[in-house]
């Protein structure tokens, strides 16, 4: 067990539809990551948080967006779903940004299948 | 994009045996190579790791082999067992914003 959790495991909806995935990081840690995983597309950074400040931006689309809020959770939004989108969403932290790299705790995951 | 290309895509090597895995990058501002390991329905998790100043990193049955001028880089697993069986992901990232470019996976299967 990494620390990480994520909710909901698993999530089904429909093309259109809006959903939201959250995390809560490991505690202490203070830096939250969003990653995609696909069957076609590998893992893909998506958008990196800290201390409630957008940090870095990866491949992450128009319609998704994040946030991290003051009790330092986070929560990612995705809308106008489709087929596509239909992954496995993790979420990771770690202590912080650095000069050095920090290891990222990755939570077990939500997987979104769109219909 | 893909900044850092890995092979095979799939492994099966005999209990005991040596499971190789090779990654390639392009991007020179890359100094820190972690490898994650991925059991089914797990997030990954960070095996081994090494910075391209080191040629050789051991940590117990896990080694990484780095070739900075070639800008390639292996893990070995020594004495393969079963539990080994997962996916194997290496990636790299640079700078302090800890933006991590993970290859593509290797599907590595232990047989007994």
């Known amino acids: 067990d990494s620390g990480v959790t994520q909710t909901p495991k698993h999530l089904i909806t429909a093309t259109g539809q809006r959903v939201t995935l959250r995390c809560s990081p490991r505690?202490?840690?203070?830096?939250v990551y969003w990653y995609q995983q696909s069957l076609d597309q590998g893992l893909q950074f998506l958008i990196q948080y800290y201390n409630g400040e957008e940090r870095a931006k990866g491949n992450i689309l128009e319609r998704f967006s994040a946030q991290q809020f003051p009790d330092l959770h986070s929560e990612l939004n995705l809308s106008s779903l489709e087929l596509g989108d239909s992954a496995l969403y993790f979420c990771?932290?770690?202590?912080?940004?650095?000069?050095?790299?920090?290891?990222?705790?990755f939570g077990p995951g939500t997987r979104l299948t769109v219909l | 994009q893909q900044q850092v290309k890995q092979s095979p895509q799939s492994l099966i090597v005999q209990k005991g045996g040596i499971s190789i895995i090779n990654c390639a990058y392009e991007?020179?501002?890359?100094?820190?190579f972690p490898w994650y390991q991925q059991f089914p329905g797990k997030g990954p998790a960070l095996l081994i790791a090494?910075?391209?100043?080191?040629s050789e990193k051991k940590e117990g049955r896990f080694t990484i082999s780095f070739n900075k001028s070639a800008k390639q880089f292996s893990l070995h697993i020594m004495d393969s067992q079963p539990g080994d069986s997962a996916t194997y992901f290496c990636a790299a990232t640079s700078g302090g914003y800890q933006k991590v470019t993970f290859g593509t996976g290797t599907k590595l299967q232990v047989i007994p």
């Open positions: 090494i910075r391209p100043d080191v």
């Open positions: 505690s202490g840690d203070l830096s």
């Open positions: 991007n020179t501002a890359f100094d820190y």
């Open positions: 990771a932290s770690s202590v912080a940004p650095g000069s050095s790299y920090n290891e990222q705790f």
